[in-house]
């Protein structure tokens, strides 16, 4: 595997993913970022998206201080047309889309009982309905990059959680937008094999990340006592994986990643 993109002037990139453009969600911070730095340090250009337009001006620099190539995207997904006119703005600007990371998600957490809808619908957009319309948009140019270009493959990549693998009493709404995200992998892949368009589910444990800052009061504190107790995953972690997959061989193709801390039972 790699190591991501670090410091400023502190990694040349390499070229396993050089003339590619890769698009990546959520890349303000976290898994996104670390992806985003990832994927520029194996030759790739990157589209970042997240709605923090400072902080990804911030990344963008700092992945251009270090050899790699980046452009901000600051785009809102969850809003109605936005996932169209941000995949025609992107490959308008950069040519081609080869690697979709749907890294962007939140969770929102606590009993069911008495919980705020809100929350629930939260979850449901990002983690769902953003995710769907994103890559319905990105879907025709993959299609087009694993035909036309010289690695003759193309790659989508959706960040799904354990809690997509096993249910998690507590997070009934945020497990079943993650057990969708990795049935809607799952069935998009059976469609896509002979296309060369690999699609992978990457299924996360616990990662130091900002997800538990979102959670209510009282829950909060709990989720983040039970952080603490093991040592998590980095965002870099998971980067790595994503690295590794869309880097393979034409003819490989990791359908599904499961990253639990050692620690975690």
Do not use: C
């Amino acid at each position: 595997m790699t190591a991501s993109l670090a410091e400023p002037g502190t990694t040349a990139p390499t070229a396993r993913l050089s003339g590619t453009v890769a698009l990546v969600t959520g890349a303000s911070s976290g898994i996104g970022e670390a992806t985003a730095r990832s994927l520029a340090n194996e030759g790739a250009t990157v589209a970042l998206v997240a709605r923090r337009a400072d902080r990804l001006e911030t990344l963008a620099a700092d992945i251009r201080d270090a050899g790699g190539d980046a452009h901000a995207f600051p785009t809102d997904i969850t809003s109605r047309g936005a996932a169209t006119a941000l995949v025609d703005l992107a490959t308008t600007r950069l040519g081609r889309l080869d690697t979709l990371v749907n890294a962007a998600g939140i969770m929102l957490v606590g009993p069911a009982v008495d919980a705020p809808v809100d929350e629930w619908q939260r979850n449901v957009d990002l983690n769902v309905s953003a995710l769907l319309r994103l890559t319905h948009a990105a879907l025709p140019h993959l299609v087009t990059a694993a035909r036309n270009s010289p690695r003759g493959v193309a790659d989508l990549v959706n960040i799904s959680s354990v809690a997509g693998r096993q249910a998690i009493g507590g997070a009934a709404v945020y497990s079943a937008t993650k057990f969708a995200v990795t049935a809607f992998s799952e069935a998009l892949r059976q469609e896509l094999t002979q296309q060369h368009v690999r699609v992978s589910a990457v299924e996360p444990g616990a990662v130091t990340t900002e997800l538990t800052h979102h959670i209510r009061d009282g829950i909060r504190e709990h989720n983040e006592r039970w952080y603490a107790s093991l040592e998590a995953l980095q965002p870099a972690d998971v980067a790595d994986a994503v690295a590794y997959i869309v880097t393979r061989p034409r003819h490989v193709a990791l359908n599904e990643v499961l990253i639990r801390p050692t620690e975690q039972p």
